[in-house]
């Protein structure tokens, strides 16, 4: 078809997102044909159907009567040729190559010739299951995010071969089915999934490499980042095998090394230990879930040298818990934790100096560098085993990430985590590593945004609303970017490209461009 509205769509596999999707339509006013490869498969699909509407006519969201309407305009079948007369079908089976293209040679015998064919494919190339049909022209991606019902994003993907009319027609169905379309080109996991899916994979390796815990990068990320869930909660949720199936799509395409399924990863594949599904994936779902020590003892006695937001931010929060603060180098000798919090590196290093000669032996001293520098400043001071990175990826927020260096001594690292929750924060620990744990993790996938913004792949608002409406982030990427700033970014991002020479982490030139020109991005 070329013009006109959707009137009958056929959905061709009636799993949890099959099953979403066709109850999605059938709300939408839509007559839906529903096919499974067998009575048994069907009748799971039914059940899923009944099961979600039934759910959400318990909790007032739908009416009886609205449900059996929604019911009724469902047919459900096992022989495809009841796609007959359907003017748009969606292809929503297992993320397999091979089974995607069985089926659309089949959709492509059966359907009108003037009919659209829409897969829902998560990652895979549309423009390699088109080409084996003889209608390449009709052929578009359809993106619903789990649960079809509730996810309001719908990404809507034209190949080079797509008519751009086929694209637009899908896109204002969508929007009349009250979900908001992210209109795009063919690249192997889209927007949403080609950001999610690196940052995923990068906490896999920052995990499976030692540089912190998995609860600690949990904790990060969600005390530190805002995110709803942490990335070994969400992977769990989403399931080990999916993950390693996306990744797979995605580094077949990018050959980004950071793409390419941690071995980690991989081996909790290989054993079934596959996430919430098999009960044990990155967590254990069976057991329960160990909570952070309380904070023993009255708030520590604290330094803080250099001046400065970052000084101004640490001063305001010591004051909130009760703390004592000194500022000068003469009044340091009863502190517990002395923070060099100097804006410029050069000028931390020598009060850092300073304050190792005055503070007592007992004395925690950290630095609140973030570009690599902990150990070199640590060294400096003839206390190294003294000295811990501390970094505060939100200074007016509740998380303080304590970094060891190779020299720091053993119970040190022990004693600044508890002095800083002793002020109310968050602690969680890492290696003295670039950008600790939040900022190593989320100015990554920041970049990744960028890029695609760059390469004109999607626009700003696209982009946002993918992540913000598809993954359920408080805000989207170029936003964030915006809000964090880009001085911030390429610093960060320079820090990591300069110790990983990973070349994905150099920042892109819209990054260094847009910091030149002194212009946010939006």
Not at 53 to 79: F, H, N, P
Not at 287 to 314: M, Y
Request: charge should be negative; include cysteine; hydrophobic fraction near 45%.
């Amino acid at each position: 078809m070329t013009g006109g509205s959707f009137s009958r769509v056929g959905v061709v596999g009636l799993g949890t997102m099959g099953a979403g999707i066709a109850e999605v339509l059938a709300r939408g006013g839509l007559a839906v044909v529903g096919i499974e490869v067998g009575t048994e498969a069907l009748e799971r699909g039914r059940g899923h159907l009944e099961g979600s509407t039934g759910r959400a006519a318990k909790r007032g969201r739908l009416t009886e009567d609205a449900r059996r309407e929604i019911l009724g305009r469902v047919t459900l079948s096992t022989d495809f040729a009841d796609l007959g007369g359907c003017d748009l079908v969606i292809e929503a089976v297992p993320e397999r190559l091979d089974l995607k293209r069985t089926v659309f040679a089949e959709l492509d015998r059966v359907c009108r010739d003037d009919a659209v064919l829409a897969t829902n494919t998560s990652s895979l190339s549309v423009t390699d299951i088109a080409v084996t049909t003889g209608r390449p022209a009709e052929i578009v991606g359809v993106h619903f995010f789990n649960p079809a019902p509730v996810m309001k994003l719908v990404e809507v993907i034209g190949t080079v071969l797509t008519e751009p009319a086929a694209v637009a027609r899908v896109a204002d169905l969508v929007k009349g089915l009250g979900k908001t379309p992210v209109t795009i080109g063919d690249r192997a996991g889209f927007v949403a999934n080609r950001l999610l899916f690196g940052y995923l994979n990068q906490a896999a390796s920052m995990l499976e490499s030692g540089h912190a815990t998995r609860d600690d990068i949990d904790t990060a990320i969600t005390a530190g980042a805002g995110l709803p869930m942490g990335p070994f909660t969400l992977m769990d949720l989403i399931g080990l095998d999916t993950c390693v199936e996306v990744l797979d799509a995605i580094y077949a395409e990018s050959r980004d090394r950071r793409h390419a399924a941690s071995p980690l990863l991989r081996e909790l594949v290989t054993a079934g230990l596959l996430g919430r599904k098999t009960g044990r994936g990155f967590h254990d779902h069976g057991g329960s879930a160990a909570g952070e020590e309380a904070p023993a003892g009255a708030p520590p006695v604290v330094g803080i040298i250099g001046v400065g937001p970052l000084a101004d931010a640490i001063a305001a929060r010591c004051e909130r818990a009760g703390a004592q603060v000194r500022d000068s180098a003469a009044t340091l000798g009863d502190c517990d934790l002395i923070i060099e919090a100097a804006e410029d590196a050069e000028a931390g290093r020598a009060l850092l100096s300073t304050a190792a000669q005055a503070a007592g032996s007992g004395a925690v001293l950290a630095v609140t560098s973030v570009d690599g520098s902990v150990i070199a400043q640590a060294m400096a001071t003839g206390r190294a085993a003294d000295v811990v990175g501390l970094h505060l990826p939100d200074p007016a927020g509740d998380l303080a990430e304590v970094a060891s260096t190779v020299a720091t001594g053993p119970e040190v690292a022990d004693r600044a985590a508890g002095l800083v929750r002793r002020l109310g924060l968050t602690a969680v620990r890492c290696r003295d590593r670039a950008g600790f744990i939040v900022d190593a993790l989320r100015f990554p996938y920041l970049n990744d945004a960028a890029a695609m913004l760059g390469a004109g792949y999607a626009d700003a608002d696209s982009i946002d609303a993918a992540m913000t409406l598809g993954c359920g982030y408080p805000t989207g990427p170029i936003a964030d970017l915006d809000r964090l700033g880009l001085d911030r970014a390429v610093t960060v991002l320079n820090a990591l490209h300069a110790e990983t020479r990973e070349p994905a982490l150099a920042p892109v030139p819209l990054l260094t461009e847009h910091l030149t020109a002194g212009a946010p991005l939006r």
